[in-house]
């Protein structure tokens, strides 16, 4: 039962254009919000987070986008950067059990130069 | 100053042998969480402690996975008589607050499982 999904395992982008990455989720409970990225062979590392009470944040390139009834959430990367090529998860946690969090498949970003 | 760390790297065993994979979190970090993330897969959670609290297990597929964690820092997760489709990358991440809100959860580089 998958709550949280990454319906795109892939994506290419051209360097200095937008990247859009896209998860949904059926948990109406679920009200934290994080994008983690990860390289081959390393963990993931936390790249920016949301809470319900807010439908957008932003830290430089990067910015999520919330909405809540369609339970669905984007992270934008503007503009997009060859570094920037990795795999993206998104993850979601609920109010009632914020220590676990629910992570997507991941959706494996490629920049070319 | 040093993140989290995982040993081994690597790990191949046969069906049906016991394994223990390690994890040491960042000093200080009082959550510690291990996930799975099997091909093709999200991260699925597994366990959960946070300090001297009884550790959330909620996420644990059977009876053969367990885990520990001594003195509030480094943990074991032990899958007895492990089965193929226990092959996955195991990952640590360990965090300074149970504050899920505004926590940031830091990721060792995992340990890669394979089971013949």
């Known amino acids: 039962d998958q709550q949280v999904k990454q319906n795109s395992p892939s994506l290419s982008v051209q360097e200095g254009r937008i990247s859009i990455l896209n998860c949904d989720y059926t948990?109406?409970?679920?009200?934290?919000f994080l994008w983690y990225k990860k390289y081959p062979a390393e963990g993931p590392t936390f790249l920016i987070s949301i809470s319900s009470i807010k439908d957008k944040n932003e830290d430089g390139r990067f910015t999520v986008f919330l909405n809540k009834s369609a339970k669905h959430l984007s992270l934008h990367i503007v503009p997009s950067q060859p570094g920037d090529s990795a795999v993206y998860f998104c993850?979601?946690?609920?109010?009632?059990?914020?220590?676990?969090?629910?992570f997507g498949s991941g959706t494996k970003l490629n920049v070319k130069p | 100053g040093a993140g989290v760390s995982q040993s081994p790297s690597n790990k191949v065993t046969e069906k049906g042998k016991d394994v223990e994979l390690r994890c040491d979190p960042i000093?200080?970090?009082?959550?510690l969480y291990w996930y799975r993330q099997s091909l093709g897969q999200g991260l699925e959670f597994l366990i959960y402690?946070?300090?001297?609290?009884?550790?959330?297990k909620s996420g644990l597929p059977s009876d053969r996975f367990s885990a520990e964690r001594t003195g509030g820092s480094v943990s074991t997760l032990t899958i007895q008589r492990t089965q193929q489709e226990d092959s996955a990358v195991y990952l640590c991440a360990s965090s300074l607050t149970p504050q899920g809100y505004t926590d940031t959860q830091y990721f060792g580089p995992g340990t890669r499982l394979t089971v013949l």
């Open positions: 948990n109406s409970m679920f009200d934290y």
């Open positions: 993850a979601a946690s609920g109010r009632y059990n914020f220590n676990k969090f629910y």
């Open positions: 000093s200080g970090h009082t959550a």
């Open positions: 402690f946070q300090g001297n609290s009884a550790p959330d």
